[in-house]
């Protein structure tokens, strides 16, 4: 019996990186009995950071190995989007960095212990399907072993597999195209127009093929107005390459902030600070 355990622990190890999380579903699927979790995490081999989720110790939980962990181990349709994805990837030098958040878009309701976990910053959940389309990725994208998930590695649906810690673990996120836009649904609830002003002021490189694919498949008319609206402040190179003829940006008008200025070539309402001459109050 021994033998058979000490084989039991080996195996885990192979099954479960240090650092990385599961639940007692995935164990069970394994062959780790509840006894046997029990003896794990007395004796140290295991902890929980919450009840039902193990790991194998490393230092203290953070917001990157619980979503390594969610999209590899245990294979849940979620990505890093939103202003999370941009500032992961750089693109938040001129913010004031306080990181309370970090921005998940996912396919299907995540479980509930992924907000009972005692880290910093909390999770935002959000359906990765409302205004844009499913996305299925390949099998490799989401492999901890698979070496054909290189950092920076395209995906469908305008996402990427960016690496990650000591080991280069794979971690899904949203290209800077995709999360701009995911970005700007969020307003003006959880960002600012400043906000999305100042990332505009560093997006000079974006593909225009990506945003053209985006902006033609985006359900949401806001967002497809605000990120015009922004882009025609900075005017980068790459906006000349966008075909507008091909999008579809609505009618009538869209009340954004309440007090704010009617932009006209858009028809929605912006902040005082961000109207144009030709802006009316309503």
């Known amino acids: 019996m021994a033998i058979r355990n000490r084989e039991k622990l080996n195996q885990l190890t192979q099954l479960l990186p240090e650092g990385l999380l599961v639940d007692a579903a995935w164990l069970e699927r394994h062959g780790y009995s509840r006894a046997l979790r029990s003896q794990y995490v007395t004796a140290g081999w295991l902890e929980q950071p919450v009840r039902g989720v193990f790991r194998r110790p490393r230092g ?64 935002v959940v959000h359906n990765r399907q409302r205004f844009l389309p499913a996305v299925e990725l390949p099998s490799w994208a989401t492999s901890l072993t698979d070496s054909s998930a290189g950092s920076g590695t395209p995906l469908p649906g305008a996402l990427r597999v960016s690496s990650w810690g000591h080991w280069s673990w794979p971690l899904i996120v949203s290209t800077p195209e995709r999360a701009y836009l995911e970005f700007l649904d969020e307003l003006p609830n959880r960002g600012t127009f400043h906000m999305a002003d100042t990332f505009m002021e560093g997006l ?34 790459w906006l000349k390459r966008i075909d507008r003829n091909r999008i579809n940006l609505g009618s009538g008008k869209r009340m954004l902030v309440k007090g704010g200025v009617l932009d006209q070539e858009y028809q929605i309402t912006v902040p005082t600070e961000f109207a144009r001459e030709e802006g009316n109050g309503i």
């Open 204 to 237: 000079g490189n974006l593909r225009p093929r990506y945003l053209q694919s985006l902006l033609e498949s985006t359900r949401s008319i806001k967002v497809k107005r605000l990120f015009f609206f922004f882009a025609d402040r900075e005017r980068h190179a």
């Open 60 to 123: 203290e939980v953070s917001w990157e190995q619980v979503v390594i962990s969610l999209q590899t181990l245990l294979q849940y349709p979620v990505s890093v989007g939103g202003r999370t994805a941009l500032e992961f990837q750089g693109y938040a030098h001129y913010l004031p960095f306080q990181q309370l958040q970090v921005h998940l878009y996912s396919d299907v309701k995540l479980p509930g212990w992924v907000n009972k976990l005692p880290i910093e910053p909390e999770f």
